[in-house]
């Protein structure tokens, strides 16, 4: 009995033998049938690990992915903007080819400014005024010269379409509408005796058809040369404003705000600037207090009953008023434009929009909820962000370097959106001289600084109200790379680029050892974790050597490693992703088996995705035309599928299908 159990136990265990044989042979005929090519992963021992794993990875599929290029859709320094109402509005905009103007187009918007859709192109469109959604008037010009010979024209289909309107006018400057009946035009009908262009005020009350001369004020029988921008702002038809300008010169206007309350019969000075003697005195017995600035070209004004105005400069700020014209004072934008800003467009005295210039010197659609005391960036949603993150497919923060003008200091700029990247709005600056890393850890806005522009100490910032102020806590003096698992437990790199734990906040860390030196790590949790190797090349003395230390740059490059642990570091894995052309350069794990890694395949833009730790292993290339002319800058990876990236020339994107198809925002 005992012979026969021990015959049937060796030979079950030939039968195990025989059937896992067979199971190894039916796995590998399949792996090499495959079409997929294999990589091969390689283990490597930490001297502190114990046991280790081998990981077979693949790359199951490389594909072209799309990155769509901006329209070129850009507010320019001649646009106009005009809101029926919170949401509908209108902008005017030229149109680009090959960075040539060749025509101009009419945006419209529904959702407040946050996206526009063009609705007409043709010729320029200036003095636009909506009085509704489907009915307005303009000034079509075909040209850009001074004094071209324009048209008065109406829309009845929302900006679509837009036909004549007759008109005894051959030159219309400025154009102001009390409602679709009544209309007021400064209008060039003459010349002077000197062949200077002598400019008149009329005055219509049913919708065109008539128009009647109104009187000037008796001091200027004719508005000497013309009246620069849209000077011309009327509540009824016997109530409004006249901003007389004189020719510009070096930086200065002289300009005179007039105001009537009869149609015109008599004005009343408002507020002056003065004439350009007044530079040498020789004017100041007859202005003792001026109420306008004389630096500065006027550009256009918009005032309200309850006696809040709003005045547009060229080589000055906006200004404001609450008097009525008889003093004013600064309107800082949202960048605190102070070079071209044009006059804002209210719909009542708290909310208005207006075109600033972003730190780029590119104009933007911005808006206030209260009078002017804050702003918000509108369109383009594109942002020149250094970093951002974002901890939600909505809810986001971007970094920027911006300049205040008021205090003249530079600091790190914080916006934040709410909507997926569409809006953002300026939360303010962060007290610190440069940002290497910006993070949100359980609605805990963290931020790495570095204090001082000449040091190499840098510290860690938190924020628990979304970015409005800051407290520093624990320092993380020569750790960069930093990935935060919670306030406490921290990994980092150090200035060795060996890897370091924290275990509170940063001030104290512990050496955990890799294989290699490291140039960037990625943590989803305190055990599993990713990290790119570095290049170890010794730069050659001699300029001689430079062609074959380039050769010898690039094959480092595609000798990067990348590793991951399971265990905090105690034992790591290699695995291979080169495949002869892949080069590394980032990593981003969202959790312990998802993860993306950034780098170049064969030359083009690309990235890497896996859903099972690393096993497998899809990839995402990019054309030619966007590596060669921009490139990815920065990706934020919110999931699998949702990606926001920005690219080297500053455009604001994003991929809601994993990579395979990025869309410039605001387009």
Not at 77 to 90: A, E, P, R, W
Not at 346 to 369: S, W
Not at 571 to 582: A, H, L, P, R
Request: charged letters at 20%.
């Amino acid at each position: 009995m005992k012979d026969r159990s021990t015959k049937l136990t060796m030979l079950s265990i030939v039968i195990m033998l025989m059937v896992g044989l067979a199971l190894f042979l039916s796995a590998t005929r399949s792996s090499s049938s495959n079409s997929a090519k294999e990589i091969s992963a390689v283990t490597v021992e930490n001297p502190l690990a114990k046991s280790t794993k081998l990981v077979n990875a693949a790359v199951t599929e490389v594909i072209t992915g799309n990155v769509q290029e901006p329209q070129g859709q850009m507010p320019a320094y001649n646009s106009q903007i005009d809101f029926v109402d919170s949401k509908t509005g209108y902008l005017t905009m030229p149109i680009y080819q090959d960075q040539q103007q060749t025509g101009f187009q009419l945006l419209k918007t529904v959702d407040g400014g946050h996206m526009w859709n063009s609705i007409y192109s043709g010729p320029d469109l200036g003095g636009l005024h909506f009085f509704s959604e489907r009915e307005g008037v303009a000034i079509e010009s075909s040209g850009n010269q001074f004094l071209a010979p324009n048209t008065m024209v109406a829309t009845n289909d929302g900006g679509a379409h837009w036909q004549p309107l007759p008109s005894p006018f051959k030159v219309i400057i400025g154009l102001d509408c009390v409602n679709k009946n009544v209309m007021f035009v400064v209008a060039a009908d003459k010349q002077g005796q000197n062949g200077d262009t002598v400019s008149r005020l009329y005055r219509t009350t049913d919708g065109g058809k008539e128009w009647q001369s109104v009187p000037l004020p008796q001091d200027n029988p004719a508005i000497g040369m013309d009246v620069y921008g849209y000077g011309i702002n009327w509540f009824s038809t016997s109530e409004g404003f006249l901003l007389w300008c004189t020719q510009p010169a070096t930086g200065m206007q002289p300009k005179t705000l007039y105001h009537t309350k009869d149609g015109g019969r008599t004005w009343i000075v408002q507020s002056s600037s003065g004439r350009f003697d007044r530079l040498n005195g020789s004017d100041q017995k007859d202005n003792k207090e001026y109420g306008l600035p004389l630096g500065g070209y006027a550009e256009g004004i918009e005032m309200f009953p309850d006696g809040t105005g709003y005045m547009g400069e060229g080589r000055g700020s906006a200004l404001m008023t609450t008097d009525y014209g008889k003093t004013w004072q600064p309107l800082l934008y949202l960048y605190q434009s102070v070079d071209e800003s044009a006059a804002p467009d209210f719909l009542n005295r708290n909310e208005g929009f207006a075109l600033d210039r972003n730190p780029d010197n590119k104009p933007v659609i911005i808006h206030t909820a209260d009078g002017g005391k804050t702003w918000e960036l509108l369109w383009p949603p594109t942002q020149p962000f250094n970093l951002m993150v974002f901890s939600s497919a909505r809810d986001g923060f971007g970094i920027s370097e911006g300049t205040s003008t008021a205090s003249q200091s530079s600091q790190p700029v914080l916006e934040k959106t709410s909507d997926g990247g569409l809006s953002w709005t300026r939360v303010g600056t962060i007290p610190a001289a440069s940002i290497e890393q910006l993070g949100v850890q359980n609605g805990v806005l963290w931020a790495q600084v570095q204090p001082d522009p000449n040091s190499e100490k840098w510290s860690l910032l938190l924020s628990n109200d979304g970015g409005y102020t800051w407290q520093p806590e624990g320092g993380i003096t020569g750790i960069r790379s930093l990935s935060v698992i919670t306030l406490q437990m921290l990994y980092g790199l150090d200035g060795q680029d060996q890897l370091s734990r924290s275990c509170d906040a940063g001030r104290s860390w512990q050496e955990v050892p890799l294989p290699e030196p490291a140039m960037e790590i990625s943590f989803s949790d305190q055990d599993h974790g990713w990290a790119v190797t570095k290049d170890i090349i010794t730069p050659p003395k001699n300029q001689s050597d430079m062609p074959r230390f380039k050769q010898e740059q690039r094959q480092a490059a595609m000798d990067r490693k990348l590793l991951r642990t399971e265990d905090g570091g105690r034992t790591w894995q290699e695995i291979s992703v080169s495949d002869g052309g892949f080069i590394l350069t980032n990593v981003s794990a969202l959790d312990a088996r998802q993860v993306f890694v950034r780098g170049q395949y064969e030359g083009h833009s690309a990235i890497l995705f896996s859903s099972d730790a690393g096993r497998h292993f899809r990839c995402v290339i990019y054309p030619d035309s966007f590596t060669q002319s921009s490139g990815f800058k920065d990706l934020e990876f919110i999931s699998p599928s949702n990606i926001f990236a920005t690219s080297f020339n500053d455009v604001f994107y994003r991929s809601m299908d994993g990579g395979l198809n990025f869309t410039p925002l605001g387009d």
